[in-house]
């Protein structure tokens, strides 16, 4: 007999080996129905599967949160059938469930086009109009590679391979047509419903290796309820609105080429915002942190000592120094972190208890080997810039810290226009990391503890853990925050680490004289300031504050009456701090308008004979139609309160 513990807390003595769906069915006939699959001890099953040993057992319905990754995982198989039926002859690979929906690689000589998804999508609603039951059947090796062999599956032949000795070789039908998978599934296919689209077809190696075969991926998604799929198709049509690589190139900003993958070529509109960026975070840590600059490339020795040559080293870029005497013969790595560099700077004289916490900040360029096609745009590059800190302090300081690094955090979101909920994410030890259990153990409990802390403080935030996910060196919070169109972007990062001031034997004197190594709190706030442009772009649709616009303001004439006066104003603007240019060319109103807010610039000022004479401007505001006619004074006056930005207004308010 096996004991099941139902969420109610009943618990019930079955036979063994009975099926969640013989359960489901002896409890009523309508649970069997609604029923798509079981949860043993948490763990989504098929709900046919034999249940062996005790357990806690939920039921999943159709509409159970859980049952998403299902919908999206039976219609990856469905599309696979829908190939190929439509095109025989195609060989099918892997076909897994993503973040917000699933893809599956096909092998075929001829490359899927945009043009073949509603023909996909056509055949792969009469597959779910027919709801197939899903049955599960285990092969033994030699019979699956025989199978996929004849069918002239290769690919699914090498899968089998890969799949350890001690895992059954699992065969998932849907009717006739079947495909090797872990599982689970639904109860049939007509359990996917009719909310699903196919997005996008891509071009993909196999196993992501460029020296294997390029398989043709189609990108889909799928959701319970139509209302949650049009909302989904709706928030992906304003993101390509929004999308940074487009305002890029619409408002000058950056772009990338060959010649330097993953290397971004700023504009000086961009590197405009980017130093505004760092001007603001610079004064954020004003009097609380030590701006230090550490070397961009150090022997690989100091990288064995922190751990980065074997835990990183395939994420880092090294070379081998070009002396001709063998003493030269160095490998140096070019710094994928800042914190050995900080580490050393720490290092450099005697430490006493009472000048802890130290805290030394960088806004330090660092490159990191990302593969070619996990590249895209500012969000995710080869070389960034990060705003980067750590902070040594005693254990008894620790959590003061972490507080105060949430602290800042938190304001400094809200003041670039963030100012939804935030989800922060404890990150516990994962299975290959450096240091003791004792050591993680003490670091993951304080952490626990300044979750709760920071659960309380502010009812914007939600807390999560992720078990396994923090770095090699120590556990972290995750901070995640939610723009305009309600996408998550994780950025910010606090990493609490005793293992590399242990590893390169820094200490501080405490108060009994004795050596202590101090607690290293990596932190940063924005993350990679590349990418965290590239998000708040996103976020405004380019539509900046005006603190932040590369181009505040153009001053645009009318006719050429207007030229001199034109240039009185741009001088007094730019007197006044503004950035400001104008456009004195021979050309139409309207169509400098349409000009310079395709470029997203925010104010206008347009003048003419009229306004000369009376030295007034009629400001006019991006995406709005409505003109306002003021003194050029007071036009200045207005538009340099607003230029202010958020930080400054607060200390200005404040005294």
Same mark, same amino acid.
């Given at each position: 007999?096996?004991?099941?513990?139902?969420?109610?807390?009943?618990?019930?003595?079955?036979?063994?080996?009975?099926?969640?769906?013989?359960?489901?069915?002896?409890?009523?006939?309508?649970?069997?129905?609604?029923?798509?699959?079981?949860?043993?001890?948490?763990?989504?099953?098929?709900?046919?599967?034999?249940?062996?040993?005790?357990?806690?057992?939920?039921?999943?319905?159709?509409?159970?949160?859980?049952?998403?990754?299902?919908?999206?995982?039976?219609?990856?198989?469905?599309?696979?059938?829908?190939?190929?039926?439509?095109?025989?002859?195609?060989?099918?690979?892997?076909? %897994? +469930? *993503? !973040?917000?929906?699933?893809?599956?690689?096909? =092998? #075929?000589?001829?490359? &899927? @086009?945009?043009?073949?998804? %509603? +023909? *996909? !999508?056509?055949?792969?609603?009469?597959?779910? =109009? #027919?709801?197939?039951? &899903? @049955?599960?059947?285990?092969?033994?090796?030699?019979?699956?590679?025989?199978?996929?062999?004849?069918?002239?599956?290769?690919?699914?032949?090498?899968?089998?391979?890969?799949?350890?000795?001690?895992?059954?070789?699992?065969?998932?039908?849907?009717?006739?047509?079947?495909?090797?998978?872990?599982?689970?599934?639904?109860?049939?296919?007509?359990?996917?419903?009719?909310?699903?689209?196919?997005?996008?077809?891509?071009?993909?190696?196999?196993?992501?290796?460029?020296?294997?075969?390029?398989?043709?991926?189609?990108?889909?998604?799928?959701?319970?309820?139509?209302?949650?799929?049009?909302?989904?198709?709706?928030?992906?049509?304003?993101?390509?609105?929004?999308?940074?690589?487009?305002?890029?190139?619409?408002?000058?900003?950056?772009?990338?080429?060959?010649?330097?993958?993953?290397?971004?070529?700023?504009?000086?509109?961009?590197?405009?915002?980017?130093?505004?960026?760092?001007?603001?975070?610079?004064?954020?840590?004003?009097?609380?942190?030590?701006?230090?600059?550490?070397?961009?490339?150090?022997?690989?020795?100091?990288?064995?000592?922190?751990?980065?040559?074997?835990?990183?080293?395939?994420?880092?870029?090294?070379?081998?120094?070009?002396?001709?005497?063998?003493?030269?013969?160095?490998?140096?790595?070019?710094?994928?972190?800042?914190?050995?560099?900080?580490?050393?700077?720490?290092?450099?004289?005697?430490?006493?208890?009472?000048?802890?916490?130290?805290?030394?900040?960088?806004?330090?360029?660092?490159?990191?080997?990302?593969?070619?096609?996990?590249?895209?745009?500012?969000?995710?590059?080869?070389?960034?810039?990060?705003?980067?800190?750590?902070?040594?302090?005693?254990?008894?300081?620790?959590?003061?810290?972490?507080?105060?690094?949430?602290?800042?955090?938190?304001?400094?979101?809200?003041?670039?226009?963030?100012?939804?909920?935030?989800?922060?994410?404890?990150?516990?030890?994962?299975?290959?990391?450096?240091?003791?259990?004792?050591?993680?153990?003490?670091?993951?409990?304080?952490?626990?503890?300044?979750?709760?802390?920071?659960?309380?403080?502010?009812?914007?935030?939600?807390?999560?853990?992720?078990?396994?996910?923090?770095?090699?060196?120590?556990?972290?919070?995750?901070?995640?925050?939610?723009?305009?169109?309600?996408?998550?972007?994780?950025?910010?990062?606090?990493?609490?680490?005793?293992?590399?001031?242990?590893?390169?034997?820094?200490?501080?004197?405490?108060?009994?004289?004795?050596?202590?190594?101090?607690?290293?709190?990596?932190?940063?706030?924005?993350?990679?300031?590349?990418?965290?442009?590239?998000?708040?772009?996103?976020?405004?649709?380019?539509?900046?504050?005006?603190?932040?616009?590369?181009?505040?303001?153009?001053?645009?004439?009318?006719?050429?009456?207007?030229?001199?006066?034109?240039?009185?104003?741009?001088?007094?603007?730019?007197?006044?701090?503004?950035?400001?240019?104008?456009?004195?060319?021979?050309?139409?109103?309207?169509?400098?308008?349409?000009?310079?807010?395709?470029?997203?610039?925010?104010?206008?000022?347009?003048?003419?004979?009229?306004?000369?004479?009376?030295?007034?401007?009629?400001?006019?505001?991006?995406?709005?139609?409505?003109?306002?006619?003021?003194?050029?004074?007071?036009?200045?006056?207005?538009?340099?309160?607003?230029?202010?930005?958020?930080?400054?207004?607060?200390?200005?308010?404040?005294?």
């Amino acid at each position: 007999m096996v004991a099941l513990t139902f969420p109610d807390g009943a618990r019930r003595d079955y036979p063994d080996n009975i099926t969640g769906l013989d359960i489901a069915k002896g409890i009523s006939p309508s649970l069997a129905k609604r029923t798509v699959a079981m949860a043993l001890d948490g763990v989504l099953a098929d709900l046919a599967d034999p249940i062996e040993k005790d357990a806690r057992i939920e039921f999943v319905s159709r509409d159970d949160p859980r049952a998403l990754e299902l919908i999206r995982h039976d219609a990856a198989h469905v599309l696979a059938e829908a190939v190929q039926e439509l095109w025989p002859g195609t060989q099918v690979t892997i076909g %897994p +469930v *993503i !973040e917000n929906g699933f893809y599956y690689d096909f =092998a #075929r000589n001829e490359a &899927f @086009t945009p043009d073949d998804l %509603p +023909v *996909i !999508e056509k055949k792969m609603k009469e597959i779910i =109009a #027919r709801d197939k039951p &899903f @049955t599960k059947e285990v092969w033994s090796r030699d019979k699956a590679k025989q199978v996929f062999n004849d069918k002239g599956e290769l690919f699914k032949v090498e899968l089998v391979d890969a799949i350890p000795e001690d895992q059954q070789i699992k065969i998932y039908k849907q009717g006739d047509w079947f495909d090797l998978c872990r599982g689970p599934h639904m109860t049939s296919t007509g359990k996917i419903g009719s909310a699903f689209k196919l997005m996008r077809v891509a071009g993909a190696y196999w196993r992501g290796d460029s020296n294997n075969p390029m398989l043709s991926r189609i990108y889909g998604t799928a959701f319970a309820k139509q209302e949650e799929l049009d909302a989904y198709l709706k928030q992906m049509e304003e993101a390509e609105k929004r999308d940074h690589r487009k305002l890029g190139r619409e408002m000058d900003l950056f772009h990338f080429q060959e010649e330097g993958p993953g290397t971004v070529f700023w504009h000086a509109n961009g590197w405009t915002i980017f130093q505004e960026i760092i001007a603001y975070m610079r004064r954020r840590l004003k009097g609380d942190y030590q701006e230090v600059n550490a070397p961009q490339m150090l022997d690989k020795s100091l990288w064995e000592t922190s751990g980065h040559w074997q835990w990183y080293r395939e994420s880092m870029f090294a070379a081998q120094s070009a002396g001709d005497e063998a003493e030269d013969k160095r490998w140096f790595a070019i710094k994928p972190m800042n914190c050995p560099g900080h580490v050393q700077i720490y290092k450099h004289g005697l430490k006493s208890y009472r000048e802890l916490p130290i805290r030394l900040a960088e806004f330090g360029i660092v490159h990191r080997y990302e593969a070619s096609g996990a590249m895209h745009g500012l969000l995710r590059v080869r070389a960034f810039t990060q705003d980067d800190a750590h902070i040594f302090c005693t254990e008894d300081q620790l959590a003061e810290e972490c507080l105060k690094i949430n602290d800042l955090i938190l304001s400094t979101y809200s003041d670039f226009g963030f100012e939804g909920d935030l989800v922060v994410k404890l990150s516990t030890r994962p299975e290959k990391r450096v240091g003791s259990d004792a050591a993680w153990d003490h670091a993951e409990s304080v952490m626990q503890n300044v979750l709760a802390t920071i659960a309380k403080s502010n009812n914007r935030i939600k807390t999560a853990v992720n078990p396994g996910e923090g770095a090699f060196y120590g556990p972290k919070f995750e901070y995640v925050l939610r723009d305009a169109i309600g996408r998550d972007w994780q950025c910010g990062t606090t990493q609490v680490d005793f293992n590399l001031p242990e590893r390169f034997d820094a200490f501080y004197i405490a108060p009994d004289g004795s050596k202590k190594t101090p607690v290293m709190v990596h932190r940063a706030i924005c993350g990679s300031l590349e990418r965290f442009l590239g998000v708040v772009l996103e976020h405004y649709a380019g539509h900046l504050p005006l603190w932040l616009a590369p181009k505040q303001a153009i001053v645009c004439t009318i006719t050429q009456d207007g030229d001199a006066y034109a240039a009185d104003v741009l001088t007094a603007a730019r007197k006044a701090g503004l950035r400001v240019d104008a456009d004195l060319r021979n050309e139409k109103i309207n169509y400098k308008v349409r000009e310079h807010s395709l470029a997203k610039v925010p104010v206008l000022l347009v003048v003419g004979k009229k306004e000369a004479e009376t030295r007034q401007v009629s400001i006019r505001r991006l995406g709005s139609d409505k003109q306002q006619v003021m003194s050029l004074d007071d036009a200045l006056k207005l538009l340099t309160e607003e230029a202010l930005p958020p930080d400054v207004k607060r200390e200005r308010a404040a005294g």
